[in-house]
């Protein structure tokens, strides 16, 4: 019952990827029909496909100069960077700030970086996790599940999870292994599911991979970016 | 039809306004923005042709006849000089003045007032680009960034423009292809391996280390210069690959500023 919703994710994982990469869904669209002609290279391939599920992290920096720059790494389970896409710095002006108010965040995040970044990938994910609370909006225009990480340290009130159609649920995972930190978890309040989804996929990378760690990846490559490519600065 | 006076307290209360700073009050200095004004005329002196440059003398209304002005020469000017109201005592300048345009002018330059300057400025916030790149083996369709999409210099995309294409056919003549910073950030987005080398991205499948390699390689991490002194067959390669993967991802070996010796 628990893998359930993994399979579910993973399909549809493999479902966007046929429909994004134009050539492979070319080759395999036929498959039916041309089993006994696969090479072993391409069966190789089709199998890890099938038993790799993808995970996403998205991320919202703040620049030095007041700017907001996301960034999506793509990573199978045990934290292989299959797939790094990041978008130019977004700048609002000293008019701007205060005429989008409150909402600037929310909406550069969601609508202007990361609604776009999760379009540009290869490699769909079968789950999404987000270091800024606001990053959950994602969740109404992705067809995988969103959740907020950050380790437990952090995350002073942890409350049971609610029931769905109150206010956003959050839970603390722990690893089975005991060799990472704890984490909370939160998802969108009207996703309630996700949890399910989440827990599965977390029992499943949290032996390997700390599923905080990679946004430390991701911010010394926008580090890096920054100093190489000016027009990132 | 205003009299003399009913004009100068007119056009002293406007100046006193739009003049910045006032030193006393009865002596305003200009700046080229307030002088920006078409359409004024006092007695055949148009403002707007002072433009840009500047007026080392001060125009002392009280003290000239401003009839007698030769403005035309200040074509390109900008004013610098003191603008003094006082009430001409020597002259009789207001009965020189043409009453009927200079009222036209104060009520032109009334409505002007009340006619708020519009700035446009932007205040959508556009989508930025998206730049990055897919290092999923297995010969995937790859696009390195959705900016190709842009237009070039040239003001073509990039596929269909010759000379771009040309350019780059150029770059890759040498046989390498041409920087992607993407490439540089692989090493640096992979995971970190632990010590203990349990995650499956340490070794291959179906492969573990034998301890005494364990403990060789925690040697080779912990020391600068180090030996490595295995019996033929133990595993020495291994072992100091691993050692220098385990140093790299964990940032102690960054550039070849300080290279790392591995003698086999």
New interface residues.
Partial sequence: MGSMPLEQARTESQTCQRSFVGEYDERYASDEHKDHSMTSKETNMAEKQQHNAFLGFLMMEETSDHGYMGALLVTTMQGVPQEFRCTRPVKPTALQRPLYGEVLESYVGVSLCGQPLLKSLQNKPAMVFVNKEYLLGIREYSTCPVAFVQHAGTALDVAPVSSPGGAAAKERFESTTGKYQPVVVKWHENFFDDRNITATVLSECYKFLDPVEPFERISKATDILRKQDKSFA | MLTPRATLAKARHYLARRLLPLECPEVARLSVPDLLLPFVSVNEVLFPVLGSATIVEDLLLSTAHVTDVAFPVLASAAVTGDLSLRPPKQSQYFQSLDNTRLAECLDFLEVLELRPDVIP???L????????????P??????ES?ESKTPCIHGLQEEWCGMCKAKNADRTLGGSKPFD??D???P?????L?EDF????ALPPNKSLYPFQGKGIQFLIEHDRALLADEMGLGKSIQAIIALRVLFRGGKVRNWAHPVLAIF
């Fill in positions: 400025f932007p205040v916030l556009e989508t930025p680009k998206i730049q990055g790149k897919s290092y999923s297995g010969g995937l369709v790859q696009t959705t910073v993407f540089l950030l692989f640096v987005l992979q995971p970190p632990e349990t995650n499956p991205v």
